[in-house]
């Protein structure tokens, strides 16, 4: 997901995307711990949130070019990353 490219589409939509982006990682992450704990539906999860993510990589390809664009949108999902549970 790292390696999404990202046009400048303004400020509400750089918010929006990146928390889609961090919608996403938190699941991953939450999966993971569940993955841990020896949880046996891991593996079908796994699978929806790799869907996800590759539909969300298509969408935003192209996507925030500029390198402050690039910034606004690091801040924006470390930001949507910290609402993660």
């Given amino acids: 997901m790292g390696a999404l490219i990202?046009?400048?589409c303004g400020k509400s939509s750089i918010e929006s995307d990146a928390k889609k982006v961090a919608e996403i990682q938190c699941k991953a992450m939450k999966l993971m711990k569940d993955a841990a704990s020896g949880d046996a539906s891991v593996m079908e999860e796994s699978a929806k949130i790799g869907?996800?993510?590759?539909?969300l990589a298509r969408e935003m390809e192209g996507k925030?070019?500029?390198?402050?664009d690039k910034e606004e949108f690091a801040k924006a999902l470390q930001k949507a990353m910290g609402?993660?549970?």
């Fill in 83 to 85: 609402d993660c549970q």
């Fill in 51 to 55: 869907a996800e993510a590759s539909e």
């Fill in 6 to 8: 990202f046009t400048s």
């Fill in 64 to 68: 925030y070019t500029s390198d402050s």
